[in-house]
């Protein structure tokens, strides 16, 4: 069962987590915030979210191309790009938004030379939400990774 985690201020800049496996999302009462969580055990381990709402935005933590339905990643560029946009998808929708809301979007390429073959899926998924972008260049937690996506969307009114 997925577990939730409750934020309460110990000392300035200091967190104590309690967790308690009720929802997948809580409102954290005293910073009000909502906290989407895939399930994966990585959150609670390294301490952060898929996704977090606050105020009239959601930021989606950086998303690869991994597949929680197969539980693989494919050695193809361009199908990780589509899976990354599957993964971040399912968050928005979570959290009360959608791909046409994305204001705000990262690329991460551990190999620079792989973000053109990708121009196809982005603009299929970002095309006409056209948010501000950013591509880098920077080394992933494992090498079969060969891109991350960060993005920042408008909560649906």
Known sequence: MPQV?????MMQNDW????D??????????????????????ETKIGYSRAVI????????????????TMTISDDVVIQAEQCFKNIQQA??????????VVR???IFPNKRDFEPCWPVLQKYLGAARPAATMFEAGLLDENMKLEIEVTARVCA
Not at 31 to 38: A, C, D, Q
Not at 54 to 69: E, L, R
């Open 16 to 19: 104590e987590v309690s967790c």
């Open 54 to 69: 606050d105020g009239d935005y959601v930021f989606v933590s950086g998303t690869t191309g991994y597949d929680y339905q």
């Open 5 to 9: 985690f409750s934020f309460a201020p």
């Open 21 to 42: 496996y009720v929802l997948q999302r809580q409102r954290g009462s005293e910073m009000g915030r909502t906290y989407v969580s895939s399930g994966s055990e990585f």
């Open 105 to 107: 979007v990262h690329y």
């Open 92 to 101: 928005l929708v979570e959290a009360g938004s959608s791909l046409e809301d």
